[in-house]
């Protein structure tokens, strides 16, 4: 199932039913799991270990060294989980010895084209990038998340689960999970209420993540005081739990 056109390293390890199209470059120490398709003009670089049942289609760019200049050269890599689909030209870097060594991607998210994860980013599962969705080195964007087109998201910064970033948006600050983030800066502008029903959260669920996020943005009360508040909360409404815990082990300070 290898082009005749490819060039595939003698060094690579490609599972059975891997499809490799034409004029496609997979280089040494790369492992590619079983039923992946990978299209024409695709290079990827290692060290890089891609799961099974992905589809990679042209011009895409994975696992080549981190744009950051202090980078030397140190071994480091990429990880890439299962069914994901990676669109044309979307590049994705690996890891840096500053971070964890390791840029992780995990299951079923879609990198839309021209896509930018850069060097020890971790993303979830089930994640949209849209076209020229771009990402600093080490961010953090939790499952579910949804970023809209030509929006960035600054190094260093964490994006919860079930949040949208909308088009344009430029995220400098941590945004807490189920938050829809508008904006250059990017502030906040509601919760994500469609995108939670579309994952299955019942009416009551969404009224109470809706009435934390009053607490938080609209109330008036200081932070501290306003985390008391939805840690109480939370005891009784686990669906805050994530909220609580992201605010507490924020480090950029969260939208506001």
């Avoid at 199932?1 to 280089?27: K, L």
């Avoid at 949040?163 to 800066?185: K, L, S, W």
């Avoid at 932070?223 to 409404?237: D, F, H």
């Avoid at 739990?241 to 480090?251: H, Q």
Wanted: charged share 20%; net charge positive; glycine share 10%.
């Amino acid at each position: 199932m290898i082009d005749s056109r490819a060039v595939v390293s003698p060094q690579a390890e490609i599972a059975a039913g891997v499809e490799v199209g034409p004029f496609s470059v997979i280089g040494p120490d790369v492992v590619i799991g079983a039923g992946t398709w990978i299209g024409p003009h695709v290079v990827i670089n290692g060290p890089t270990r891609i799961g099974a049942d992905n589809k990679i289609f042209q011009f895409a760019s994975l696992g080549d060294a981190p744009q950051d200049k202090k980078y030397k050269g140190e071994r480091t890599r990429l990880e890439i989980g299962d069914r994901n689909v990676i669109r044309e030209s979307a590049t994705v870097n690996r890891g840096t010895i500053h971070g964890e060594g390791v840029t992780r991607i995990g299951h079923d998210n879609l990198l839309m084209a021209y896509s930018h994860v850069a060097h020890d980013c971790r993303l979830g599962n089930e994640i949209v990038m849209s076209n020229v969705a771009t990402l600093g080195g080490h961010v953090e964007i939790g499952d579910f998340a949804i970023l809209g087109g030509l929006s960035a998201v600054h190094q260093f910064t964490k994006v919860g689960a079930y949040c949208f970033i909308a088009n344009n948006a430029a995220v400098t600050r941590d945004v807490p999970p189920y938050v829809m983030a508008v904006g250059q800066p990017a502030k906040p502008h509601s919760i994500n209420a469609v995108g939670l029903r579309r994952r299955g959260f019942t009416d009551a669920q969404v009224l109470n993540i809706r009435r934390a996020y009053r607490l938080l943005y609209r109330s008036g009360l200081k932070l501290k005081v306003a985390l008391e508040q939805l840690e109480t909360a939370a005891v009784t409404q686990p669906e805050i739990g994530p909220f609580v815990d992201f605010i507490k082990r924020s480090s950029r300070s969260i939208v506001r």
